[in-house]
């Protein structure tokens, strides 16, 4: 009798084992190659450089808010991909930004959607978007990431703006973001190759709905940079505020190029050969009678000699000659094709101004 109650309590652990014993119900996940596949007709790209498959969310981290994967290159699991955000995301306005938040998808299938939350988090990016465009939105996953959490800094945003910290130069690689007024936030990122401190950037954004167009400002105390270093797990640090531009006003390190390419040709603009800039789409390109807007480092004002236009159907590099840019300026741009000869007229539009009572809105948040 004994041996009989015993193999019955052995088969009920072995069932229990078998059923995900320990885990709440529906919050596992079922990994499928399908998460990590491109949407037809797709117009987000995320391409992952973090050297981890990811799982993406736009908004907050939770179950409705799941979109798929990135991969990383390996098992058939492209690390580039598109997502139809328009059939995932019901209600997503005509046009307006949101922010893409990214845990690794090992976080994913050990918690769960009902578990996952934003302590789970090891990047986040800010996309615009307009759904009456065809133009495609592409985004960058920051290569340094540290999808372990091993090494963090700890961050708080006190604006009423999107904050977002750029790496080495005001027109640097995209870090992370913080939405208005997160607190508490830990950003995962690695030290640099040479154990040092990070350089980075505040850059306070939002989308001006007059013009549909991104702003990008910072204050007096970041107008430089400023040197960050990364400490262990479980290090207590004193949370670093991101005040905004308070008292004194905000402050620009970053002009505003409007490169309106009036050819056939798709283009590419670039601060000297070899150096493409990507636009406030993602994008290292502008297709024939497009228009995008470019940001490109201006402290202090600053003399771009060797800027250019790459096109790639001639596999040839234009050079503009005396581009001078001014903080916080906009440029137009203009490409025309004269007689298959290229003429590039720049234009200074005057000094960009910044709403003080301007109201963020993401999507999803």
Known sequence: MKVKQMMFMLAAIVLLLAMGCGTAPGTQVVIKDDDFRSDSGGKLIINNNSGSELAIFIGKVERGNFIGAVGTGANNRARSRSFDIEKKMTGLPAYGTFIIRATTFDTLDRKGLSQINEV???????????????????????????????????????????????????????????????DNKKIWVKKNEDNLYLSLFATYLYLDPNTKEMNAFTDTEYLYGKAFEPFPAG????????????????????????????????????KSENLNLRNDRGAFQTSGGRTDVYQIDATDGKDYPGMGIYIPDHRRFYSISNVKVQPGHKYDLVIRDVGSILQAKLEDKGLKSVSDNIRVELFGE
């Open 120 to 182: 789970d988090v090891v990047y986040s990016g800010l996309i615009v978007y307009n759904r009456d465009s065809s133009d495609r939105v592409e985004h960058d996953i920051y290569r340094g990431i540290d999808f372990e959490q091993k090494t963090f800094i700890h961050v708080r945003n006190d604006s009423n703006y999107v904050l977002e910290l750029r790496l080495g130069s005001p027109d640097g690689e995209k870090v992370s973001v913080l939405s208005p007024k997160q």
């Open 235 to 270: 290090t207590e640090l004193e949370v670093i505020p991101f005040k905004g531009p308070g008292a004194g006003g905000p402050r620009y390190n970053v002009a505003f190029i409007s490169f309106n390419n009036g050819t056939s040709s798709l283009m590419q603009l670039q």
